[in-house]
């Protein structure tokens, strides 16, 4: 199955902003809705925001909403999660997810591929 890979994680300050990237491990991909989802220490794997094929639908955990903007670039097979005023609670290790269910999801057993994770550390 093709899988995905995250990029752009790191550590940052409180307010500060970052930008994740994700793009297929494979040199094709499908027209599918994409997701961000994440996962902080000893807490189950959350929904964080979805796109569809055509980036024509958005969706957002009221968590992150007006703070973080899920976006795509189909020319270039990639997905982006663009977080703003990131916060100490943001921490976690963030996952970007494939479906190839007709409508956007939030859960994560809906998803078929994912990326292995990248770490996002907010210091105080």
């Known amino acids: 199955q093709v899988q995905l890979a995250e990029s752009g994680g790191g550590l940052v300050r409180a307010g500060d902003s970052l930008r994740l990237s994700c793009a297929p491990s494979g040199r094709t991909f499908c027209n599918c809705a994409m997701g961000w989802f994440r996962q902080a220490p000893g807490k189950e794997r959350d929904f964080v925001a979805a796109?569809?094929?055509?980036?024509?639908?958005?969706i957002y955990a009221d968590s992150v909403n007006a703070r973080f903007t899920i976006s795509r670039d189909n020319a270039k097979d990639t997905v982006y999660l663009h977080m703003n005023s990131l916060q100490p609670e943001d921490t976690a290790v963030y996952y970007c997810?494939?479906?190839?269910?007709?409508?956007?999801?939030?859960?994560?057993?809906?998803?078929?591929?994912w990326g292995q994770g990248i770490q996002v550390t907010v210091s105080s």
């Open positions: 997810a494939a479906t190839q269910l007709g409508c956007l999801r939030r859960r994560a057993a809906e998803y078929d591929y």
């Open positions: 796109i569809s094929w055509d980036a024509g639908s958005t």
